[in-house]
């Protein structure tokens, strides 16, 4: 269960002051499936960073499953981005040089996942996001999509019981972007928790429920 | 994630990154292997002058005349006339002084020689048989000075390694040859051995001749350039130094020390004098040395840093999989010291066997100091690890979306 209330993000440059986020709360129940829609800039992204307990609000409240996570330590933070939640980065952020099969094996080894089963379940998932015959390929030898495919599966890979993903078929061809939906899909009839940024109509359509961000606020 | 696979996992971090792994261990192998070559050679140098005195004689006194006015010791040194034949034999029988073995009077100067069409300016010593007692000259070849060439003036000489690769060429005999100075031709009947190059190599470039023909007919004098006299042990050097420095005030009948017109060193004062030099040489050294740690160390520090922004980014990338801030710097931490470990490795390696060839070339003595390996490694592996483990330690401490971002 997710639920943020008067969450606000300034991001402060020099003597700049951004609003991000302005004033936002909102609930997310298990097993919801949520698109957050908006123009860019419209702080789609520094939300979906604050969910993912990458980065902490300036002021209002996040409690994740009746914890409040500003006040958890620096190794709680962790444990809860390895275990609780999976997050599908818009950049993909895959470590350079290294193949897509260990890019996705890596949340594992933080979670002392035993040795033998984190190759299968890593194989597993790049299955599953049609990745099997580009798993000894490094990040940069993959195509944009691709390497949105391995970040697809480095988040399901701990089994998530939320799953963030940030554009998501964003670099994907819409063939694949349906596969990737379609997985989604299963995962949330599995009783996943999924929250997905899109600015694509049909994309936002999978999901059941629409949060519409405009100028750091809910509209 | 236990501890080898940590060091598995940074290992394939390394070997993954093979510019930024070569790089650092570049600047490591620099730092280490220039400062331990540097210090290797001052302290060869060092050395080789120490040896190079010793070679000379430990219970050696040497007396010099003394010239007028122009102050104390040097220049003047063998510049003065005071010294005579009759003063050497005096030392040598008087009853009075007990602490001496033996006496070798020497008149030497500088003459051109000349063989065949070969010529070269080089050190004319007239002496008497015991010099190569005294003075530790060994014989490559033939045979060194009698006293009977002395008595009757025969026109031999004995040459020095150096003066007789001058006048023959390297690896050539020259005993049978003859040579010509101030155009008197003297035959060659032996060749010492060689008692090391190096600083004032004046042992292997020099022409032993026999003392009257030295005096007489190449230089044309009557009197002595210097006295060699040896003690009975190096234990009474300075009471020798006393007993003939009386002695020769009384003969020369001056009253005050401080007028006397010669001079008499022992060893210890030469190596006194001489490590005085040396150790303005070696303190140059040492400064260069500093200086070469100091560049191999930013170089180190460069490496490190500026691979920041790529380590921030991964950092915070594996914050963001759930890495534990511990983990992180664990990892880094472990990197470090493998890159400083493969490098000092590298870098020892490399400084000995460079300070090995520079040595032999310059005809140095060999020496190594585990101070100067324990130096070397320890600032440079300091380095490496403190400038690998800090912007790591700081980058943790981001959240990782900040990281992420980092540029």
């Known amino acids: ?121 890593a194989i597993k998932y790049l299955k599953l996001v049609g990745l099997s015959d580009r798993m000894y390929h490094t990040s940069n030898q993959l195509s944009g999509g691709q390497q949105q495919r391995v970040a697809i599966a480095r988040a399901l890979v701990m089994n998530p019981a939320i799953l963030l993903a940030d554009e998501p078929t964003g670099n994907i061809a819409s063939v694949q972007a349906e596969e990737i939906m379609k997985i989604f899909k299963k995962l949330n009839q599995q009783g996943h928790t999924i929250v997905m940024i899109t600015h694509e109509p049909d994309i936002a359509a999978w999901a059941k429920r629409t949060i519409h961000l405009k100028d750091g606020k809910i509209v | 994630m236990n501890f080898i696979e940590l060091v598995k996992d940074c290992a394939a971090t ?21 400062v331990i070559a540097l210090i290797a050679l001052g302290q060869g140098s060092q050395k080789a002058v120490e040896q190079q005195i010793q070679s000379l004689g430990s219970n050696l006194l040497t007396i010099s005349s003394r010239g007028g006015s122009s102050g104390p010791v040097q220049g003047s040194i063998g510049g003065g006339t005071s010294l005579t034949l009759a003063d050497a034999e005096a030392i040598k029988t008087n009853k009075a002084i007990t602490t001496i073995a033996d006496v070798s009077p020497e008149y030497s100067g500088r003459r051109q020689v000349t063989a065949g069409r070969n010529n070269t300016n080089t050190q004319i010593i007239g002496v008497y048989p015991q010099y190569a007692v005294i003075h530790k000259l060994s014989l490559a070849s033939g045979s060194f000075i009698t006293q009977r060439d002395v008595d009757s003036m025969t026109k031999v000489a004995v ?27 003297l035959r060659v009947i032996g060749m010492s051995v060689s008692k090391g190059g190096g600083f004032g190599g004046s042992a292997d470039d020099a022409v032993y001749a026999p003392f009257s023909a030295a005096q007489k007919q190449l230089f044309g004098v009557s009197h002595l350039t210097s006295i060699s006299v040896e003690t009975k042990s190096s234990e009474i050097m300075t009471r020798a130094q006393d007993e003939i420095g009386y002695f020769l005030l009384a003969r020369h009948k001056l009253n005050d020390p401080e007028d006397a017109d010669f001079v008499i060193m022992s060893q210890q004062d030469i190596l006194s004098t001489v490590s005085q030099v040396t150790g303005t040489f070696t303190a140059l050294l040492g400064g260069i040395a500093a200086i070469s740690l100091l560049v191999g160390g930013i170089g180190i520090m460069n490496i490190m840093l500026v691979t920041v922004t790529e380590r921030t980014r991964e950092i915070g990338l594996r914050k963001a999989l759930g890495a534990k801030k511990k983990i992180i710097i664990y990892q880094f931490l472990i990197e470090a010291v493998i890159l400083t470990a493969a490098g000092g490795l590298i870098g020892m390696l490399l400084g000995i066997s460079a300070s090995y060839f520079l040595s032999k070339a310059l005809s140095l003595p060999f020496t190594i100091a585990p101070t100067s390996i324990a130096l070397a490694i320890g600032v440079s592996g300091a380095i490496g690890i403190i400038f690998g483990w800090y912007p790591a330690r700081k980058a943790s401490n981001l959240q990782p979306i900040e990281a992420l971002r980092y540029e």
């Open chain 1, 1 to 121: 269960m997710i639920k943020v209330s008067h969450l606000t993000k300034i991001y402060r440059i020099g003597s700049v002051e951004t609003v991000a986020l302005d004033d936002v709360s909102f609930t997310i129940k298990p097993g919801e499936f949520v698109a957050i829609m908006g123009p860019s800039g419209s702080g789609k992204s520094t939300l979906m960073h604050i969910l993912g307990a990458l980065d902490l609000p300036t002021s209002g409240e996040y409690i994740l499953d009746g914890q409040k996570v500003q006040n958890l330590s620096d190794d709680e933070l962790a444990e809860i981005r390895n275990k609780k939640i999976g997050f599908v980065f818009q950049s993909y952020n895959l470590l350079p040089r290294t193949t897509a099969l260990k890019n996705v094996i890596l949340p594992m080894v933080y979670a002392d996942v035993p040795k033998t089963k984190r190759e299968e379940t």
């Open chain 2, 159 to 185: 040459l020095g390694p150096q003066a007789a690769e001058d006048l023959f060429g390297a690896n050539v005999d020259p005993v049978g040859q003859t040579i010509r100075v101030q155009g008197q031709v």
């Open chain 2, 14 to 34: 390394l070997t993954l990154n093979k510019m930024r792994t070569g790089l650092a261990v570049l600047g490591i192998i620099i730092g280490i292997g220039s």
